[in-house]
Each structure stands twice: as structure tokens, then as C-alpha cells.
């Protein structure tokens, strides 16, 4: 077994001669928050979707419990077992949370009607909704509610919640608490944690340093395309992360 669950080596990517990735490597332990931080244009998103299958990488290859993956779409990740949360949240407003949850992986009734006509038990899947709201603590009683009705810090939660019903072994966060305010953001965290309760590992983009040293494991830096340092979050602190991520601190000396 491999010490990393996931892991990147020499992902690289170009934009019509930008180098966006520059031989990138990334690993992803058992049961650890991973934060990737750096300035706007560092390549955090552009990795974690290289990584992802969002985006097709130019060269670097992905392992994942030490074997070899072949992740060229977002479908070959889920497969296995990569459940992704961008910072649009890909909700659909016009939908109710049940069917936002299930969208894509719909239950179908276990009989002739759902055999042969496909016929959707939502009985089912409001049930395994609710459960899982209770397990994590998520304060929504209306699920029938269209998403356009709630408010940012529950749309965040509605989607984290997707990651612990499908992900089955890594989530990739995506600026979880973007646009949010101070009490919602603590809550989308508190149900980040939960993720890594609940056995993922997991990844997170964000620029909020409180978060990293709060919350996260270890921390990733990017700058310009390039990995600038990976390091323990014990072992660093805000001021030591802002000099990396800007250049004014020297690598070798953090």
C-alpha cells in the first residue's frame, strides 16, 4: 500500500504558450486536508482540474494507492472515487435538494415499473437525504425547497453533503467558502472536517489562511505554474505562508 492515496507527478499544462502547470507534483496522504493556496494565476484550479479530468494535462502521470490511473474525464474520477465540489457548486436552481443530491445518480424503484420504465423512487433517496442531514448536522428541513431558495452557506452545505453521500475516498474542494459570511464559513468548514470524519481524504483550494492553520494538515504553495513548497501546517505559520506564496520568503529558508 502506498503512503499517498492520491498523487500528481510532473503535471503540466499550456495555454496557447502560457505555461499555466510547470511539472507539478502532488500527494494526497490517508485521512488528511490538504490545503493548495498561492495568488490569483498560481495554477490552483488548473491543477486540481489536470488532476481531475477537467481539463486535459499536456504531461504527468496520476497514481492512486500507488497504481497508475487513467483519469482523462470527470466521470473517470468518480469512478474512482474522486468526488469534486467546484466554486459554482454546479447546483441546479430550479431543482429541489433531493434531486440536486441524486442528479446523475437517480434510484430507480425496485420493480417492474422501475425495471422497465425507469420510474424514480424519491421515497428512497428523501429518506437517505434526511439521514444523512441528521448524521451531519445540516439544519434543512425543506427539502423540497428549489436550491434558489436557500442561502449561500446552505447551498455549500448541500453540495459538501454530496461529496459524503458518493465520494468514496477523496474530495476536491474548490474555495469551499467563497462569498460566504463569517458564520456560514464556519459551518462550511465544520462539515469539511466532517468529510475527513467520515473517512475522505480531502483537498482544498482556498485563500483563507485562518482556514489553513485552523483546519488543514498540511499546506500546499503554488506560485506562477510551479510548486513553491510543500509543508506541515505545524510547522508553519500566516506570515511564513504569505511570504511563499508572494516570493518574498526564500524556499530554503521557510
Do not use: W
Not at 165 to 184: C, H, I, Q, S, Y
Request: proline share 1%.
Amino acid at each position: 500500500m502506498s503512503e499517498y492515496v492520491l498523487e500528481a507527478r510532473g503535471i503540466s499544462k499550456h495555454f496557447a504558450g502560457v505555461v499555466a502547470l510547470d511539472a507539478v507534483d502532488l500527494q494526497l496522504r490517508e485521512g488528511e486536508v490538504l490545503a493548495v493556496v498561492g495568488d490569483n494565476g498560481a495554477g490552483k484550479s488548473t491543477l486540481i482540474k489536470a488532476i481531475t479530468g477537467a481539463l486535459n494535462r499536456d504531461s504527468g502521470d496520476i497514481f492512486f494507492d500507488g497504481n497508475q490511473v487513467h483519469i482523462d474525464s470527470p466521470s473517470d474520477a468518480r469512478r474512482i472515487g474522486i468526488e469534486t465540489v467546484y466554486q459554482d457548486l454546479a447546483l441546479v436552481n430550479e431543482l429541489s435538494v433531493t434531486k440536486n443530491i441524486y442528479l446523475g445518480r437517480e434510484v430507480v424503484k425496485n420493480n417492474i415499473l422501475g425495471r422497465l420504465f425507469g420510474v424514480l423512487d424519491f421515497r428512497k433517496m428523501e429518506t437517505s437525504v434526511r439521514d444523512l442531514f441528521d448524521k451531519l448536522d445540516i439544519r434543512i428541513s425543506d427539502i423540497y425547497r428549489d436550491a434558489q431558495g436557500f442561502s449561500g452557506g446552505q447551498r455549500q452545505a448541500v453540495a459538501l453533503s454530496k461529496t459524503v453521500m458518493f465520494g468514496k475516498r477523496v474530495a476536491v474542494l474548490d474555495e469551499p467558502t467563497a462569498a460566504l459570511g463569517v458564520r456560514e464559513s464556519k459551518m462550511a468548514m465544520d462539515l469539511v472536517m466532517s468529510l475527513k470524519d467520515h473517512g475522505l481524504s480531502v483537498i482544498m483550494i482556498t485563500h483563507n489562511m485562518q482556514h489553513v492553520m485552523n483546519y488543514c494538515d498540511r499546506v500546499m504553495v503554488m506560485r506562477l505554474g510551479k510548486l513553491a513548497a510543500t509543508r506541515d501546517v505545524s510547522q508553519v505559520d500566516g506570515d511564513t505562508l504569505v511570504g511563499l506564496i508572494t516570493g518574498a520568503i526564500d524556499v530554503g529558508t521557510a
